[in-house]
T-cell receptor
Framework: EAEVAQSPRYKITEKSQAVAFWCDPI?????LYWYRQILGQGPELLVQ????????DSQLPKDRFSAERLKGVDSTLKIQPAELGDSAMYLC????????????FGPGTRLTVL | KNEVEQSPQNLTAQEGEFITINCSYS?????LHWLQQHPGGGIVSLFM???GKKKHGRLIATINIQEKHSSLHITASHPRDSAVYIC????????????FGQGTRLTINP
């Protein structure tokens, strides 16, 4: 069964360091989402791609976060420099039809910033 | 006030009990999703609905568009149902994205 892949699964870093997360969506899914989930809360959308184009990054802290999906397939989310408040689960999801239709989630990357 | 409110935040029940989790939203939407998140993080989509009722196994989801309210029911609950259940709504003010509730943590004791 096709799945969304993410790596690493866990990342521990010190504040001011750079971190990067990778996501490979289900083959054929044009829409890719990056979410941040703080413990005890629901996911919050950071960035949404349609193919290689960003369609929504209104909640992405652009002074330290960046995301790319150069060939419209896999994607990388980067944080530089990491801050203590960035500790969270970072989830990637993909969707065949985009918008508010069904999304398929990866296992997530749990980031701890010390 | 959050656009999506879930209740209760935490629910503990005994195996076999009938479970109800509620979701209310404040404005018109195009679709509502129920999702399940197990410890470790993975999220699985359970239902997407825009009207009426859907059933899958022991899970039933209903939505009342006029009252802006949805419920997720679990019949004959089992310890393996223990998870966080998340409601998400789409199409708020035409936006092509999902807005998530804070989740309901369900624990079923044997």
């Amino acid at each position: 069964e096709a799945e969304v892949a993410q790596s690493p699964r866990y990342k521990i870093t010190e504040k001011s360091q750079a971190v990067a997360f990778w996501c490979d969506p289900i083959s054929g899914h044009a829409t890719l989402y990056w979410y941040r989930q703080i413990l005890g809360q629901g996911p919050e959308l950071l960035v949404q791609f349609q193919d290689e184009s960003v369609v929504d990054d209104s909640q992405l802290p652009k002074d330290r976060f960046s995301a790319e999906r150069l060939k419209g397939v896999d994607s990388t989310l980067k944080i530089q420099p990491a801050e203590l408040g960035d500790s969270a689960m970072y989830l990637c999801a993909s969707s065949l039809f985009g918008g508010y239709n069904e999304q398929f989630f990866g296992p997530g990357t749990r980031l701890t910033v010390l | 006030k959050n656009e999506v409110e879930q209740s209760p935040q935490n629910l503990t029940a005994q195996e076999g009990e009938f479970i109800t989790i509620n979701c209310s939203y404040s404005v018109g939407i195009s679709a509502l999703h129920w999702l399940q998140q197990h410890p470790g993080g993975g999220i699985v989509s359970l239902f997407m609905l825009s009207s009426g009722k859907k059933k899958h196994g022991r899970l039933i989801a209903t939505i009342n568009i006029q009252e802006k309210h949805s419920s997720l029911h679990i019949t004959a609950s089992h310890p393996r149902d223990s998870a966080v259940y998340i409601c998400a709504v789409g199409g708020i003010q035409g936006a092509q994205k999902l807005v998530f509730g804070q989740g309901t943590r369900l624990t079923i004791n044997p």
